[in-house]
């Protein structure tokens, strides 16, 4: 062997040597290579190490055995929930046939739920209003006769005692939650006859409480509805709207559409109400419902900048006050104008029993949730700048 080829071999294993041990980077240190031998499948490798954290994964199938918490609600709840056919009579004054108005009748489908097991039904008024005849449909098929026994128009419910013979039927009453407790985001579900398709269960959410829903019929607004985005259509008012324990919190009422179906904004009356509400039908057959005698609305910045109050000043603005009315009589007074219709001023509550008012719906929620007929309110008004206190005696509501 030549020097040359001595010099070759020499560099190939100083080389051999450089990589076997590490090599130098241009920054100076030192990277140690390791040879890490190809993985070897074996039992052992294949189980988790002992200290591992378990993982568990969401699945969007039901465990075999185990049905969907919806499932076993709605078979809970199912037989409690009925389907209402009420049969009116409509008078066409157009047509008279031997001097008389053509008469006509008509079904109105709705749906209702078991209040106790004397045989009583809650439903809206809507539903049966100038009904002559009532049937009452079980989900088992069974069909009773039925009548009207307690009506309360304002908040839209009804009453109904089953008259037909019923012990072979098992009334299994709903117990009513308490609606304070409700929160936004809630899960809920309604359960009716859309369309005439009985027992129909829908879920959603809360939408929002404590809302005010306008009853054009009676002419006052209801307080404290909730609002829903679960589906509710023609054939479901009446119905029972629950929480995840199978509680009414509510009846399914209305909705907001332009077309007359649903459109994500679903109302219902609460629990709360009806639970004032329906012992005093049962018994009386009639709500009579304490009535202050004042329109009025929440006072805008508009309105608060023209009778020389702050922007963001809070109260009911008076707008009218009944004649003879209890805040009548109490001296409140309303809304005044200059030649020009431009508003003068008129006085401003701001509180009520010494809770304070900042819109119109604190005035409407105190007074029916508060209050009755013959109770004294206090009332704190801001009258051209000046806080007054006075004193009304709250009289029955007036039919519209």
Same mark, same amino acid.
């Given at each position: 062997?030549?020097?040359?080829?001595?010099?070759?071999?020499?560099?190939?294993?100083?080389?051999?040597?450089?990589?076997?041990?590490?090599?130098?980077?241009?920054?100076?240190?030192?990277?140690?290579?390791?040879?890490?031998?190809?993985?070897?499948?074996?039992?052992?490798?294949?189980?988790?190490?002992?200290?591992?954290? =378990?993982?568990?994964?969401?699945?969007?199938?039901?465990?075999?055995?185990?049905?969907? +918490?919806?499932?076993?609600?709605?078979?809970?709840?199912?037989?409690?929930?009925?389907?209402?056919? $009420? =049969?009116?009579?409509?008078?066409?004054?157009?047509?008279?046939?031997?001097? @008389?108005?053509?008469?006509? /009748? @008509?079904?109105?489908?709705?749906?209702?739920?078991?209040?106790?097991?004397?045989?009583?039904?809650?439903?809206?008024?809507?539903?049966?209003?100038?009904? /002559?005849?009532?049937?009452?449909?079980?989900?088992?098929?069974?069909?009773?006769?039925?009548?009207?026994?307690?009506?309360?128009?304002?908040?839209?419910?009804?009453?109904?005692?089953?008259? *037909?013979?019923?012990? %072979?039927?098992?009334?299994?009453?709903?117990?009513?939650?308490?609606?304070?407790?409700?929160?936004?985001?809630?899960?809920?579900?309604?359960?009716?006859?859309?369309?005439?398709?009985?027992?129909?269960?829908?879920?959603?959410?809360?939408? /929002?409480?404590?809302?005010?829903?306008?009853?054009?019929?009676? #002419?006052?607004?209801?307080?404290?509805?909730?609002?829903?985005?679960?589906?509710?259509?023609?054939?479901?008012?009446?119905?029972?709207?629950?929480?995840?324990?199978?509680?009414?919190?509510?009846?399914?009422?209305?909705?907001?559409?332009?077309?007359?179906?649903?459109? #994500?904004?679903?109302?219902?009356?609460?629990?709360?109400?009806?639970?004032?509400?329906?012992?005093?039908?049962?018994? *009386?057959?009639?709500?009579?419902?304490?009535?202050?005698?004042?329109?009025?609305?929440?006072? @805008?910045?508009?309105?608060?900048?023209?009778?020389?109050?702050?922007?963001?000043?809070?109260?009911?603005?008076?707008?009218?006050?009944? +004649?003879?009315?209890? $805040?009548?009589?109490?001296?409140?007074?309303?809304?005044?104008?200059?030649?020009?219709? /431009?508003?003068?001023?008129?006085?401003?509550?701001?509180?009520?029993?010494?809770?304070?008012?900042?819109?119109?719906?604190?005035?409407?929620?105190?007074?029916? %949730?508060?209050?009755?007929?013959?109770?004294?309110?206090?009332?704190?008004?801001?009258?051209?700048?000046?806080?007054?206190?006075?004193?009304?005696?709250?009289?029955?509501?007036?039919?519209?």
């Amino acid at each position: 062997m030549n020097s040359r080829e001595k010099l070759l071999v020499g560099m190939v294993a100083a080389l051999a040597v450089a990589l076997s041990v590490g090599f130098v980077t241009n920054f100076g240190s030192v990277a140690k290579v390791v040879t890490v031998p190809a993985p070897v499948a074996s039992m052992v490798d294949q189980q988790e190490p002992l200290n591992s954290p =378990k993982l568990e994964y969401a699945t969007l199938y039901e465990t075999p055995g185990q049905k969907s +918490p919806l499932t076993v609600l709605f078979k809970k709840v199912e037989n409690s929930v009925v389907q209402i056919n $009420a =049969k009116v009579s409509t008078i066409n004054s157009n047509i008279i046939i031997n001097g @008389s108005p053509l008469e006509s /009748q @008509s079904s109105r489908l709705g749906s209702g739920f078991v209040y106790d097991t004397a045989g009583h039904i809650i439903t809206n008024n809507h539903v049966v209003s100038g009904a /002559q005849e009532v049937d009452v449909r079980f989900v088992d098929g069974n069909i009773y006769s039925a009548k009207v026994i307690g009506t309360d128009p304002f908040n839209d419910i009804a009453v109904l005692q089953i008259t *037909d013979d019923f012990t %072979e039927e098992t009334l299994v009453p709903l117990p009513l939650a308490n609606s304070a407790d409700l929160e936004v985001g809630q899960q809920i579900i309604a359960i009716g006859n859309p369309f005439g398709l009985s027992n129909t269960m829908t879920s959603g959410i809360v939408s /929002q409480v404590g809302r005010l829903l306008p009853n054009r019929d009676a #002419g006052y607004s209801i307080p404290s509805v909730i609002q829903t985005d679960a589906a509710i259509n023609p054939g479901n008012s009446g119905g029972p709207m629950l929480n995840l324990e199978g509680q009414v919190i509510g009846i399914n009422t209305a909705i907001q559409s332009t077309t007359g179906e649903f459109s #994500g904004i679903g109302f219902a009356v609460p629990s709360n109400t009806i639970k004032r509400i329906v012992p005093v039908l049962i018994k *009386d057959g009639v709500y009579t419902h304490p009535w202050l005698g004042v329109s009025g609305t929440s006072l @805008s910045p508009d309105i608060a900048k023209q009778i020389n109050l702050e922007k963001n000043y809070h109260g009911v603005f008076v707008t009218t006050v009944v +004649p003879d009315g209890p $805040a009548y009589k109490a001296g409140v007074q309303e809304a005044t104008y200059n030649p020009s219709r /431009q508003l003068k001023g008129g006085d401003v509550i701001v509180a009520l029993d010494g809770k304070p008012v900042r819109d119109i719906d604190d005035l409407i929620i105190h007074l029916a %949730e508060n209050k009755s007929v013959g109770d004294t309110v206090l009332i704190e008004l801001n009258r051209a700048g000046e806080l007054v206190k006075i004193a009304a005696t709250l009289a029955a509501r007036p039919a519209n």
